[in-house]
Antibody, heavy 120, light 107 residues
Framework: QITLKESGPTLVKPTQTLTLTCTFSGFSLTSGGVGVGWIRQPPGKALEWLALIYWDDDKRYSPSLKNRLTITKDTSKNQVVLTMTNMDPVDTATYFCAHSGSIPAYFDYWGQGTLVTVSS | DIQMTQSPSTLSASVGDRVTITCRASQSISRWLAWYQQKPGKAPKLLIY???SLESGVPSRFSGSGSGTEFTLTISSLQPDDFATYYCQHYNDYLWTFGQGTKVEIK
């Protein structure tokens, strides 16, 4: 059974760096073809893909946010970490992590999401 | 960048109706398209991948079709549990793009 869960701060101040952790079970990020992605959703708005990391440590970033994002994995802990620098109120959103077992990657299992509010 | 445009933005329908949602890509994406269902306060749920492949466990009243730039999600007979927002998503191995969503409401 594949599960993912996001964790991190619920409130960050403008200009701060956000660090979110996705802790997963039921699969290994060392298995060929597996990836974990991050997607966000501002309140009442559409989904936006942010980043994805593959089993072989290949990384992909949204072109519009590439300069602010870093995605890493810790296979020993079954975790994927996303950092986003220079947070702004427009970054207020629910942040989801999701699993992909295919190439190209689509997201077949999702975490419950975590709401991050950016406010001073 | 590839843009994904869904229509309509909102759809009002009754239980038992046949419902069709359209997703158009700004350039050809072959069949690299997925459909998700999202209910308020919940994570999206995968329904369809590779344009027409039904995800395991998803009811057969859901179907997807299309290729190139035009795709459709069809619900053959709308059920009470189907009132939700639906998103299309283009995927490849370097970029993932969602549509703006279609909300299916009770008529």
């Amino acid at each position: 059974q594949i599960t993912l869960k996001e964790s991190g701060p619920t409130l960050v101040k403008p200009t701060q760096t956000l660090t979110l952790t996705c802790t997963f079970s039921g699969f290994s990020l060392t298995s060929g073809g597996v990836g974990v992605g991050w997607i966000r959703q501002p309140p009442g708005k559409a989904l936006e893909w942010l980043a994805l990391i593959y089993w072989d440590d290949d990384k992909r970033y949204s072109p519009s946010l590439k300069n602010r994002l870093t995605i890493t994995k810790d296979t020993s802990k079954n975790q994927v970490v996303l950092t986003m620098t220079n947070m702004d109120p427009v970054d207020t959103a629910t942040y989801f992590c999701a699993h992909s077992g295919s190439i190209p990657a689509y997201f077949d299992y999702w975490g419950q999401g975590t709401l991050v509010t950016v406010s001073s | 960048d590839i843009q994904m445009t869904q229509s309509p933005s909102t759809l009002s329908a009754s239980v038992g109706d046949r419902v069709t949602i359209t997703c158009r890509a700004s350039q050809s994406i072959s069949r690299w398209l997925a459909w998700y269902q999202q209910k308020p306060g919940k994570a999206p749920k995968l329904l369809i991948y590779k344009a027409s492949s039904l995800e395991s466990g998803v009811p057969s009243r859901f179907s997807g079709s299309g290729s190139g730039t035009e795709f459709t999600l069809t619900i053959s007979s709308l059920q009470p549990d189907d009132f939700a927002t639906y998103y299309c998503q283009h995927y490849n191995d370097y970029l993932w793009t969602f549509g703006q969503g279609t909300k299916v409401e009770i008529k």
